[in-house]
């Protein structure tokens, strides 16, 4: 049977997958696993539980709070919040854990489960298998005055913004931003913090329907955010997802900024205020090799991870370092954050333009993104990547070819017979020629047909 569990927790398409039953059935069994941190005798476990604004996740929360009261956990109800806001209130609250319903960039019939340990964190693969063995057993079933209650948590928002207010190292006054909300969960609270913090702010994307969310707007559809922008003569814009934990830029020219040059910029901010932990950035083996160089020139080391916030996180949690990411604009600053947070990211960066006097594209030019394509092989067997002498022959012969201004990384997919070659080189032609020849060595040498 395959592994329930993902990347980031459990996704599927509501109400087919991701049944209120189920729901239910693993709010039960997280009692078990992620209740247990309570110590004091007699005390309830208490969890966090938030949602973006699809409106599936009205009957998962619904589902996933009954699990936990049934189960005697008291549950606060934070309401329509970003994931970063309910990971900083489960630290703020000392809740045992937390649960966010949201599918991030996904179109509005996908939702999500995602569960959150004590302090705001991601969990580990060994809690996560804990939980889905637990969906085997007979859950608790407390009686009388040892059941849950469900509390709605008033202040959720509030809190979240005073805190983000706090990352500020100086004010937004004088800067005109747009901001894209997707239609999401940072719809009200992003507007909020950016003007509070000083900044003229034009919003677009902050209606959401319940069935709205991403639709033709935020971080994977910025042709709104460029348009704004440029219509209203702003100095930057800034684009979150669903349930806000990303965040891409656009500059006053209307040009997009991505994750590796927002990383960039907010590594040299750091680095000048002596915050930037053994001036060291992580970063995702997916991040442009332009990022690399851009670093070691400004005499900052990028240690680099596997694909996914997730591992990007391990690694700064085990050497306590302050600031990674991931080209796709999950940003982590770990002296604010657990995760990724956009709203977080985007006052960073205009904090930044504020701080310096220069502009975004002024800022991310520090910067130069080499360029980048990708290939999917199809219909081959990933395993041999590693194991073929012919292909890794012609992976090596590639590389000296590309020298100090290249590089290749061919990845095999997760969940399909797929084998992923990116390729990096000093012009356009030069990476698609060598991409595609390693693509067809791929496809000769480990083709299952």
Do not use: W
């Not at 937004?172 to 913090?197: Q, R, T, Y």
């Not at 709104?224 to 020219?253: K, S």
Request: glycine share 10%; hydrophobic share 45%.
């Amino acid at each position: 049977m395959a592994r329930l569990f993902g990347t980031d927790g459990v996704r599927g398409k509501a109400n087919e997958l991701l049944t209120p039953e189920l729901a239910l059935k693993l709010a039960q069994a997280a009692s078990v696993v992620l209740g247990r941190s309570q110590t004091d005798e007699g005390r309830k476990p208490v969890a966090v539980v938030a949602k973006d604004p699809r409106i599936s996740g009205d009957f998962l929360s619904a589902a996933i709070e009954a699990g936990l009261a049934a189960s005697g956990v008291n549950v606060e109800d934070a309401g329509t919040l970003p994931t970063p806001a309910a990971a900083y209130l489960v630290g703020d609250l000392g809740a045992d854990f937390g649960v966010m319903i949201s599918a991030s960039h996904n179109a509005a019939p996908d939702n999500g489960i995602k569960f959150l340990a004590r302090g705001g964190k991601k969990l580990d693969d060994a809690l996560e298998d804990a939980i889905e063995a637990c969906l085997q057993m007979e859950p608790p079933r407390p009686v009388g005055a040892s059941v849950g209650r469900v509390r709605r948590f008033s202040d959720a928002e509030d809190r979240y913004i005073v805190h983000l207010l706090q990352s500020l190292p100086n004010r937004l006054d004088g800067l005109k931003i747009v901001l894209d909300c997707a239609h999401g969960a940072a719809s009200g609270c992003s507007p909020e913090v950016f003007s509070a913090a000083g900044a003229e702010v034009i919003v677009i994307g902050a209606e959401p329907d319940g069935i709205n969310i991403n639709d033709g707007y935020g971080s994977t559809h910025l042709g709104p955010l460029q348009a704004a922008v440029l219509e209203h003569g702003a100095d930057l814009g800034i684009a979150h997802d669903g349930d806000a934990d990303r965040c891409l830029a656009v500059d006053h020219e209307g040009t997009i900024v991505d994750g590796d040059q927002i990383m960039a910029i907010m590594a040299l901010a750091l680095k000048d205020r002596g915050e930037l932990k053994d001036n060291t950035l992580v970063a995702t083996v997916m991040s442009n090799l332009g990022l690399t160089l851009a670093m070691e020139a400004a005499g900052i080391t990028v240690k680099q991870t596997g694909v996914g916030d997730r591992y990007v996180l391990e690694a700064m949690r085990e050497g306590d370092y302050s600031l990674g990411g991931e080209q796709s604009g999950h940003v982590i600053f770990s002296q604010y954050a657990t995760t990724g947070d956009g709203v977080l990211t985007g006052l960073q960066i205009a904090a930044r333009i504020k701080a310096t006097g220069k502009s975004l594209k002024e800022l991310a030019s520090v910067l130069t993104v080499l360029p980048q394509v990708l290939i999917n092989v199809r219909g081959v067997d990933k395993a041999g990547v590693s194991e073929c002498e012919p292909l890794l022959n012609d992976i090596a012969q590639t590389e000296l070819r590309l020298g100090s201004t290249g590089r290749v990384l061919l990845r095999p997919s997760g969940t399909e017979p797929v084998v992923r070659v990116m390729v990096e080189a000093a012009t356009h032609e030069q990476a698609q020629t060598e991409a595609e020849a390693l693509a067809a060595s791929v496809a000769e040498h480990l083709s299952l047909n």
